[in-house]
């Protein structure tokens, strides 16, 4: 091997000039704040975004005695009048209002450098340290080296930047603050300046709070002509930090104090220096950044990182790849913390009051795949925000489940808000979608099959049961084959209002499967446990059309030059495992068939999406193809992934897929490098992880499997499926018994906190 350990150094975007646009500045953030550097070394801006200010207030969206006309809705559908039964549904059975709000920009720090002239500026350098989550600025101006320094604190919950130079008293700028918002007030105090708001009359309310700190010089604070700001002058550095909070407390209260909430940030940084405030920032990253090194061999080309994206060479550029899929990891880490509300459209970044989509949570992909990579990823403390965000859809979303249908249990649609909107939206033909919720209850499975933390599971199964409850009473029967059927329903985002879609009945047999497995571990509902099996043998199954293409609705209906985004009906090839060439390579095929109809090209987080289809159908190749086209032509000059416009999910997905050719761990056993491309000789991934409380570190050379280190955080069974024969030796480097159980698939026991090689028989031992 060439190199196989990714220096931190590597880890670094860069660029030669400042951001002129808002997706080439670059994101920071700590889960709760997050902000945007442009990095000019004259006018310095900052957007600031803080999660809670939304548009709205505390709202029940659910139509009152919508259900009164869901069976007509149903028999219309039967009977093939579709539009009349979308018209009746717009009437009748959307949410009550018909739109739900938008997430909002907080601030904007602009920082005025009034001595420096941009033409005389020499030598800039403008940088993203992923192993640290810093933002840095370097430029010489008149023979002076400057240095500024950007982080968004979860310790000390503020957002900090530290200006300093290579000579005494060359600090001098005046720092102020704006904001998109009309209803705003800027007044000074001792400390700073203070910016009070609303987002609107009744609705949040929120407060920034700036101070500065300098050493040498002079910092005053200004009124002037009714605008305030503060003014360094002559200083040798100087430390700005804001701070920031709304009054929203939960979705159904509003009543919090922003400027209380200001005052204890500002008193936990009483005292405190930049320094300390950069190694705690620092020292809590990476706890969880450096979990997980990935490495492919490669160095990174001596080229800005806007070049990089625009003119990527998926052979002679590796390193890119590993670039590309530590940002995702970085984003995860600075845009979703426990504590703080789950990824947006847009993680925690948006500049705009009419935001795309509302910037909202989109739960038909956009919200699941944001959180497809925290499990393998080694940031399982990242999804914690997801399980929050469903104990609210599990209260808003039983109201809709009795309103709209009657039926017991909770229900989630394709879209979600702040406020907790559960209810269809925007349009019947492809708004009542009733699968949204027991999707996201997917992700609760997920997390409890990687760590089997009991606690978890007796916490977050009522969240399944009652999302499974809802569906025993939702689904009815289909006249033409007896099936049971989801209507009425579509398949995101095409065919209008239909009944049987097949996506819709791929995540309800898995919810059902997920909570029979549950109710096992758990050792309750027995009685329900029962009938879920009974109702999963009469779901209606997936199909294979006239075209060889796995059906997207009960009637073969699928276009062969439908080119659609949506990949919706290959739901049970990824994220779920109910199809696998591994299982029925009729299915798989089918699945082939129909992702081959859809095409390579589609938005960014289409291209993600498949990325992880075609690994699933070990076509490592093929999936590499599609990242390839992602990163040139779905990608931002600062790496944020382009719909376009920004939405973040992309980024997430295409990490997951990343990971996917790499590693499989969603059939019984762990599958090295099953779609490996061939672009990718040799490299390491250390530190993912597999379901059962395994870490994973794996090794690889020549296109073949050469070792992996396992270690058990449990003392569970590790089942390694492989196309050759492997051997397993313990710490002291003894051989470890195994059984074969055929089919590729070998078995040993494992100790906790044991770490146990594999090596393929005939490497090293």
């Known amino acids: 091997m060439t190199r196989l350990e990714n220096s931190s150094h590597d880890l670094v975007l860069w660029y030669r000039k400042p951001a002129q646009q808002w997706v080439e500045a670059l994101p920071i953030g700590n889960g709760r704040l997050g902000a945007m550097v442009f990095g000019d070394p004259k006018v310095e801006h900052l957007q600031v975004n803080e999660e809670t200010i939304w548009t709205g207030k505390p709202h029940d969206y659910a139509r009152k005695g919508a259900y009164k006309h869901l069976d007509t809705i149903r028999s219309l559908i039967a009977e093939g009048r579709q539009k009349e039964a979308e018209e009746l549904a717009m009437e009748r059975f959307m949410s009550d209002p018909l739109r739900q709000k938008e997430y909002q920009p907080f601030c904007d720090l602009y920082l005025d450098f009034t001595a420096i002239d941009p033409d005389q500026v020499s030598s800039y350098r403008r940088a993203l340290d992923l192993d640290q989550a810093l933002v840095s600025v370097d430029f010489v101006h008149q023979d002076v080296k400057y240095h500024r320094e950007y982080l968004t604190s979860y310790p000390h919950q503020a957002v900090v930047v530290n200006c300093s130079a290579d000579q005494n008293g060359m600090i001098s700028f005046r720092a102020s603050l704006g904001s998109a918002h009309e209803d705003i007030e800027i007044t000074a105090s001792s400390e700073g300046l203070i910016l009070s708001g609303r987002v609107q009359p009744d609705g949040i309310r929120f407060q920034a709070r700036l101070i500065v700190n300098a050493d040498g010089g002079a910092v005053t604070v200004k009124t002037d002509s009714g605008s305030a700001s503060i003014a360094v002058n002559n200083a040798d550095s100087a430390t700005i930090m804001l701070v920031g909070a709304s009054s929203f407390v939960s979705y159904s209260d509003i009543s919090g104090n922003p400027a209380g909430r200001c005052t ?28 997980v090194s990935f490495d492919l061999g490669a160095k990174p080309l001596d080229q800005p990182t806007d070049w990089r994206i625009a003119n990527f ?5 590796l390193q890119f790849v ?24 847009q ?8 935001p795309p989509w509302g910037s909202k949570y989109t739960c038909n992909i956009n919200l699941e795949m944001n959180y497809w990579p925290t499990e393998a990823a080694n940031l399982a403390s990242c999804h914690q925000p997801l399980f929050n965000l469903l104990r609210v859809l599990q209260q ?15 229900v989630l649609h394709h879209n979600t808000d702040i406020w907790g909107g559960a209810a269809p939206i925007n349009d019947s033909n492809h708004g009542i979608w009733p699968t949204g919720g027991a999707w996201l209850c997917s992700h609760i499975w997920q997390h409890y099959l990687y760590h089997q933390d009991l606690d978890f599971l007796s916490e977050f199964y009522p969240i399944m049961r009652d999302a499974a409850l809802f569906f025993v ?6 006249e033409k084959t007896g099936w049971l059927i989801s209507t009425p329903s579509n398949s995101p985002e095409q065919g209008g209002l239909v009944a049987g879609p097949t996506m819709d009945h791929q995540i309800i047999r898995e919810l059902m499967r997920n909570c029979i497995a549950a109710s096992e571990v758990l050792d309750c509902d027995h009685e329900l446990r029962s009938q879920w099996q009974a109702i999963l043998e009469r779901i209606a199954p997936n199909l294979i059309g006239k075209h060889g293409q796995l059906q997207e609705w009960l009637e073969d209906l699928d276009d062969p030059n439908n080119k659609h985004r949506h990949v919706s009906h290959l739901y049970a090839l990824f994220p779920g495992n109910e199809i696998s060439p591994d299982i029925d390579s009729r299915f798989s095929e089918a699945a082939k068939k129909s992702l081959e109809f859809r095409g390579d090209k589609g938005t960014g987080w289409s291209m993600a999406w498949k990325i992880n289809l075609w690994a699933r159908l070990l076509d490592g190749d093929h999936a590499y193809k599609l990242l390839t086209t992602l990163i040139r032509e779905g990608t931002y000059p600062n790496m944020f992934d382009a719909h376009p416009p920004f939405q973040i ?9 990343i990971m996917e050719m790499l590693v499989q761990s969603h059939l019984d056993g ?27 570190d794996l090794t690889w050379t020549q296109g073949r499997f050469e070792e992996a280190y396992i270690y058990s955080k449990l003392d569970n069974e590790c089942r390694i499926r492989s196309q050759e024969p492997v051997q397993i030796y313990d710490s002291s480097n003894q051989l470890v018994p195994m059984r074969n159980l055929g089919k590729q698939l070998y078995a040993f026991a494992t100790v906790k906190n044991e770490t146990y090689r594999i090596a393929a028989c005939g490497g090293r031992s």
């Open 322 to 345: 590993a670039l590309y899929f530590q940002y995702g990891r970085y984003l995860m880490i600075s845009g979703s913390r426990p504590g703080c509300l789950p990824l947006n459209l």
């Open 313 to 317: 060479d998926p052979s002679s550029d």
């Open 670 to 696: 762990i599958s090295f490098l099953p779609a490996l491309p061939s672009a990718w000789p040799e490299g390491r991934i250390k530190g993912i992880c597999v379901p059962g409380g395994f870490t994973l």
């Open 649 to 657: 999910d992309g980024n997430f997905g295409a990490i997951s897929g």
């Open 264 to 291: 204890r940030y500002l008193e936990g940084l009483q005292g405190v220096g930049y320094d300390q405030i950069k190694a705690a920032h620092i020292q809590d990253y990476q706890q969880l950044f450096r979990t």
């Open 347 to 354: 993680g925690i970044w948006n500049d705009q009051l009419r």
């Open 396 to 410: 808003t979303g039983s109201v809709v489940a009795k309103e709209h249908y009657n039926c017991r249990g909770w």
């Open 473 to 478: 009473d939702y689904l009815v029967e289909d």
